[in-house]
């Protein structure tokens, strides 16, 4: 059974913060990605990585950045919180390259006040 | 501009009916389908999927429905039933793409409520 964790359910932080939003998988999964979530526009993928130290932009990369350095965690930083990044933060993992099911964790509801 | 397209924010069904949920695409790359259910407080969960080689793909309660010359697909859960109250997520990808992963796109979601 495919388990993704992420490190908080709820978080809130000030506006100028550094914020780390960890991830862990438990199925050797190569792939890994960071979504948001906001009503209206669904899940937006914002990075992925499809191997340890690889990464790739999503769509809305930017005020993001993600570290990878080993298969089983993928982290994403906001280097400055800022209020717009209010949302909820989901993570997800998928077996290789050619896959295309993506296995869900619980996700993180960020407030940035 | 959203390539996949869930124009319906909500919907209510009786227990017992049809729930039909709809998704329009606009990216004709697109051939591979998959639907996604998310309750609260919880991620996504993976439902069903169809290939654009297929125009029906049917797994117990839930039914996919893909006419590619409209560019919409459609699924449909009968009988209905309260515990499938959730938000329904329609999933795209271009399944020939050939980079580092497979990405998905999402639509807007369709919460779905079934009244007992």
């Known amino acids: 059974d495919v388990k993704v964790t992420q490190s908080s359910r709820y978080l809130v932080k000030r506006t100028g913060e550094k914020v780390f939003l960890e991830c862990v998988q438990d199925?050797?999964?190569?792939?890994m990605f960071w979504y948001r979530q906001d009503p209206g526009l669904g899940l937006r993928l914002i990075y992925f990585s499809y191997d340890v130290k690889m990464k790739e932009k999503g769509d809305i990369p930017e005020g993001y950045s993600v570290s990878r350095e080993k298969k089983e965690r993928f982290s994403l930083i906001l280097e400055s919180a800022s209020t717009n990044q209010t949302s909820m933060y989901l993570c997800a993992s998928s077996l290789g390259h050619q896959a295309y099911e993506q296995y869900f964790g619980p996700g993180t509801r960020l407030t940035v006040t | 501009d959203q390539q996949v397209k869930q124009n319906s924010p909500s919907l209510s069904v009786q227990e017992g009916r049809i729930s039909i949920l709809n998704c329009d695409y606009t990216?004709?790359?697109?051939?591979?389908f998959l639907w996604y259910k998310k309750y609260p407080a919880e991620g996504p969960t993976f439902l069903i999927s169809?290939?654009?080689?297929?125009d029906k793909n049917e797994d117990g309660r839930f039914t996919v429905f893909l006419n590619k010359s409209a560019k919409h697909l459609s699924l449909h859960i009968v009988p209905s039933q309260p515990g499938d109250s959730a938000v329904y997520f329609c999933a795209a990808l271009d399944y020939s793409f050939s980079g580092s992963a497979r990405q998905l796109t999402f639509g807007s979601g369709t919460q779905l409520t079934v009244l007992p």
């Open positions: 199925m050797d999964h190569e792939n």
């Open positions: 990216n004709s790359m697109f051939d591979y």
């Open positions: 169809i290939s654009s080689i297929k």
